[in-house]
C-alpha cells in the first residue's frame, strides 16, 4: 500500500510562487512514476508533471513548462512541485499520484487511470 500526503497549498497572489510536496510512504516497493494532477472547479483533473524516481526524468504538460519545476528527495521520500509566475487560472486542487514505472515514459503520461495512488490534494488559490 502507497500513501501520498500533500502539503504546501496557500493563497497567492498573480505572479507569485508556491512549493508543493508530497511525501510517500509504502509498505512495499517505492513508486517509479509520480506525479502532480489539478483540478479545477467545474473541469476535469489534468495532469501538470510527472518525474521517474529512479532516473529524475521528467515531464510537463504545456501549461507548466517554464514554470513549474518538478523535482524528488529520495531520502525524504518526497516530490516537489516549485510553481512560479503563478496566474490565476491555476487555481485549483492539486494532486500528488503515483503509477508503474512505464508510465512515465507513456505518450500519454497524463492518463489518470494509470495511476493507482492518490493524495488527499491540496488548495492553491491564486487571486489577481
Known amino acids: 500500500q502507497v500513501q501520498l500526503v500533500e502539503s504546501g497549498g496557500g493563497s497567492v497572489q498573480d505572479g507569485g510562487s508556491l512549493r508543493l510536496s508530497c511525501t510517500f510512504s509504502?509498505?512495499?516497493?517505492?513508486?517509479?512514476?509520480m506525479g502532480w494532477f489539478r483540478q479545477a472547479p467545474g473541469k476535469e483533473r489534468e495532469g501538470v508533471a510527472v518525474?521517474?524516481?529512479?532516473?529524475?526524468?521528467?515531464r510537463y504538460a504545456d501549461s507548466a513548462k517554464g514554470r513549474f519545476t518538478i523535482s524528488q528527495d529520495n531520502a525524504k521520500n518526497t516530490i516537489y512541485l516549485q510553481m512560479d509566475k503563478l496566474k490565476p487560472e491555476d487555481t485549483a486542487m492539486y494532486y500528488c499520484?503515483?503509477?508503474?514505472?512505464?508510465?512515465?515514459?507513456?505518450?500519454?503520461?497524463?492518463?489518470?487511470?494509470?495511476?493507482?495512488?492518490w493524495g488527499q490534494g491540496t488548495q492553491v488559490t491564486v487571486s489577481s
Open positions: 509504502s509498505d512495499r516497493d517505492i513508486p517509479y512514476c
Open positions: 499520484a503515483a503509477a508503474d514505472g512505464y508510465v512515465c515514459y507513456s505518450p500519454s503520461w497524463w492518463t489518470m487511470a494509470d495511476y493507482k495512488h
Open positions: 518525474i521517474y524516481t529512479f532516473g529524475e526524468m521528467t
